[in-house]
């Protein structure tokens, strides 16, 4: 198999994995209720399942995500009675999320806790009792945060030394700031006229269930009272206080810890998994203009994602054209001037990594920053065999010494670069030109094929 067939088997796992949890946390949180409601409730995944957190790289924590929410999905029917099988089922995915990144055990262990200390709270009749709720949490608990204390213990999470010591270091960001976060784990991947699409469809979607529930709508008014007990209605309190409050710890939560792991965009990971705990705990009224609001809602959803993936695989074809030459032995500089795309939102940068195409088909050396620029990653470069280029963030302060070890140079320009900024990668352009010996453009790329530099004479040194 292939590397992209490979791809694309384990996104769809993924996807469909997802999809499976978040059906199981629907009907975990929603009683019978939910069961009437599963179908179209469940279509909402499709604004969640290719979050930002998909597109930017974070592989273990997007695939641990689907055994975040279904271990959750075990915990909360654990607590009822008759469910001792949950905790066996819950307690495994648990460990297998805290196993593939330690921020998913994290996030499941705090919601874990912050439900268990809900079901103590006077919101209502008692529905588990005390022992049952602790047993099960002390259960979920060791299995999503054992395993982080264990590498802690040992000096290392995969064995690459991140963790040496208990001490943290952490940045943090603005909690209000950040409130933008929950929409971008919505619709934040998009480009702007298919966000605001995606953003139109779902508002669709309140406003029926709205309109229903008000009474005024299609199917009369809505039968909350006719199943809703006294106990009902508290376990739902809970489920929503717990769920509400592990989104304010995930926006609270630090944007990076340097120590005792390394881990980048915290915040955002937890808030995207927040997002889709609350979007699973949405119990929509059963009116036909609800279901067909919502069904026509995860259509735009899935039209849009669609086109994008379509666009992206276009954009993607002809880096694989330019490339195709390449051979092993190949020394491929990327500068990614312009990393985005027409297809995704302005500030995603995920296509700075098409030039990994060099590595991934011809086994060349490409000077992408997929090296271990952190101690826990597994992969990178052998002791002094790491590629000279400028920082992948600041790809215009290439230098003659970066351009002299590479063989190739392959430059994403701008659509549209005006004042300064053209006048800089004018001379960028330029200065790479003068070292090419051809250069093949489409599109917005250029590949440019250097000449080897001959070692100076004595005379033309000055020697």
């Known amino acids: 198999m ?20 978040f059906a199981a946390l629907h009907r975990s949180v929603g009683g019978e209720a939910a069961r009437r409601s599963l179908a179209p409730a469940v279509a909402l995944v499709a604004f969640v399942v290719w979050s930002p957190v998909a597109w930017m790289g974070f592989l273990p924590f997007l695939l641990a995500t689907p055994a975040v929410v279904g271990s959750y999905a075990a915990f909360r029917r654990s607590l009822g009675e008759g469910a001792a099988g949950c905790r066996r089922v819950g ?61 802690t213990l040992r000096g290392g999470h995969g064995g690459g030394g991140a963790f040496a010591s208990f001490a943290v270091e952490a940045e943090w960001g603005d909690p209000i700031a950040k409130g933008a976060y929950v929409l971008l784990a919505l619709v934040g991947t998009f480009p702007a006229p298919l966000k605001v699409a995606a953003a139109g469809a779902l508002a669709a979607v309140a406003g029926a269930a709205a309109l229903a529930r008000s009474g005024t709508g299609s199917g009369g008014t809505e039968a909350r009272a006719r199943g809703r007990t006294s106990l009902e209605g508290a376990e739902r309190r809970r489920d929503l206080l717990a769920a509400g409050a592990f989104l304010v710890v995930a926006l609270a939560a630090p944007a990076a810890v340097k120590r005792p792991s390394d881990l980048a965009f915290l915040d955002y990971r937890l808030v995207t ?16 203009l609800v279901d067909g609001v919502t069904w026509a809602a995860a259509g735009v959803a899935t ?15 002809s880096v694989a054209r330019l490339l195709s030459g390449l051979e092993p032995g190949h020394r491929l500089l990327a500068l990614p001037i312009d990393p985005g795309s027409r297809y995704l939102d302005e500030r995603n940068t995920a296509t700075r990594y098409w030039p990994l195409w060099h590595t991934i088909t011809n086994g ?48 994403a320009f701008p659509d549209d670069a005006e004042g300064e900024w053209a006048l800089l ?8 030109s003068a070292r090419a010996r051809s250069v093949v453009c489409e599109d917005r790329l250029c590949l440019f094929t250097l000449r080897e530099e001959r070692p100076a004479s004595p005379r033309e040194d000055g020697s």
Do not use: K, M
């Open 425 to 432: 990668l004018q001379e960028l352009r330029a200065r790479v």
């Open 273 to 288: 998994v927040a997002v889709t705990v609350l979007l699973a705990h949405v119990r929509l009224p059963r009116r036909p």
């Open 91 to 151: 307690a495994a995915l648990a460990a297998v999320a805290s196993a593939l990144h330690p921020a998913a055990g994290l996030a499941l262990g705090a919601l874990v806790g912050l439900r268990a200390v809900a079901a103590f709270l006077p919101a209502g009749a008692a529905v588990e009792t005390s022992r049952r709720v602790l047993r099960n949490a002390s259960v979920f608990l060791a299995a999503s945060l054992g395993p982080i204390l264990l590498a």
């Open 364 to 411: 060349g050396l490409t000077s992408s920053f997929w090296g271990r620029f952190s101690p826990h990653l597994p992969v990178g470069y052998r002791e002094g065999e790491g590629f000279p280029s400028p920082h992948d963030w600041r790809p215009w302060e290439v230098t003659s010494a970066h351009l002299a070890f590479a063989t190739h140079v392959l430059i």
């Open 2 to 21: 292939g590397v992209v067939p490979a791809a694309q088997l384990l996104f769809s796992l993924y996807a469909i994995g997802l999809g499976a949890a």
């Open 303 to 317: 039209a849009a994602w669609a086109f994008t993936f379509t666009g992206l695989r276009g954009e993607q074809r």
